[in-house]
């Protein structure tokens, strides 16, 4: 755990500059859906105003830090609440004419969105690359236009992938919730978000090679993307417990966020941004990964090798500074 944030910390650059295009893409996307979704939206966050959701999930958390946690008033307040928000979510009127069309234009949009987010992932693996083989750092917008072709390749090759297993996922979770909510009330949605977190951190874990087989190997994506799916279960533990202790903190700030940020704005800024960072954390902890899965030595910080021109700048500077302490 320690290299990959020694390795993000020297690639600094590359993540500010991968978070300033994600946020400009999401807004672009946020932007878009409320000019199709803007009512929907409206009305919905009311909703969730209207029932206090957020003092629901505060006060229960003062509650068990008090020790005064009382289980049965829980979940029936909980059963009373999204009693009152199904209620009046299946009262809002939906745009397009009905249910089906507005779930096509929200998934049309996700797709959008989940497409162009993965356009910095390949830069930005291809600048991690470099800097651990030679320690080198050439610009990033170098590699944004040189790998266009590589880009979209892989993502919409992940994205042919990714989507269906999320929306299986969610589908799965979703069904052993309703399964067993008739035995255990509301306390069913625990488990079956547990599950579904569990199942999530390891879809990442097979797709954890991916991005790394798709730069560092000299063949076609789609060959490379194979290779990568292939490597996967060989080292699948080392990678899956550090990609849920990464999860597991992104859900913890969102949470977090959720409950005490009142400000929509900067609600999403403060959401975005931590799982932004820690995304870029993890490319670095498959890059390494990947490393170790091929027995390739590699950098993990910066360092001085004679002959190149960072070290010979770096000589002069000394030089310098002896001549004018003399």
């Known amino acids: 755990m320690i290299k990959p944030l020694v390795l993000a910390s020297y690639n600094w650059k590359v993540l500010l500059k991968s978070i300033v295009y994600q946020l400009l893409l999401l807004a672009l996307i946020v932007a878009l859906g409320y000019l199709i979704f803007g009512n929907l939206i409206d009305d919905i966050v009311n909703v969730f105003n209207d029932n ?15 020790g005064d946690f009382e289980s049965e008033q829980f979940a029936s307040e909980l059963s009373g609440l999204i009693s009152n928000i199904q209620k009046a979510i299946a009262a809002v009127k939906l745009p397009f004419g009905g249910v089906t069309m507005s779930y096509v234009m929200f998934c049309a949009i996700y797709l959008l969105y989940r497409l162009f987010v993965s356009l910095t992932d390949v830069a930005v693996a291809c600048q991690l690359e470099e800097f651990m083989t030679s320690n080198a750092e050439r610009p990033f917008s170098w590699f944004v236009i040189k790998k266009q072709g590589v880009t979209w390749k892989f993502a919409l090759l992940q994205m042919a992938f990714a989507f269906p297993m999320d929306l299986l996922i969610v589908l799965s979770c979703l069904g052993f919730f ?7 009330r509301w306390w069913a949605i625990i488990p079956a978000a547990i599950i579904a977190v569990l199942f999530y951190v390891a879809r990442l874990s097979l797709f954890a090679y991916i991005l790394p087989s798709v730069v560092c190997k000299n063949c076609s994506v789609h060959i490379a993307f194979r290779q990568g799916l292939a490597r996967a279960p060989i080292r699948f533990w080392q990678v899956f417990w550090k990609t849920l202790v990464v999860v597991a903190i992104m859900i913890g700030v969102s949470v977090l966020v959720i409950m005490f940020v ?3 704005i900067v609600k999403t800024l403060l959401i975005s941004v931590p799982n932004f960072v820690l995304f870029f954390y993890l490319k670095c902890v498959n890059m390494i990964e990947y490393f170790h899965f091929d027995n390739r030595p590699f950098f993990y910080k910066r360092v001085e090798i004679e002959g190149t021109d960072r070290y010979n700048r770096r000589q002069e500077r000394m030089a310098k500074k002896a001549s004018k302490v003399k």
């Open 52 to 66: 206090n959701i957020s003092n629901l999930l505060s006060e229960t958390i003062n509650s068990i830090a008090a």
């Open 178 to 184: 309703l399964l067993f909510l008739v035995a255990f």
């Open 262 to 264: 009142p400000n929509p």
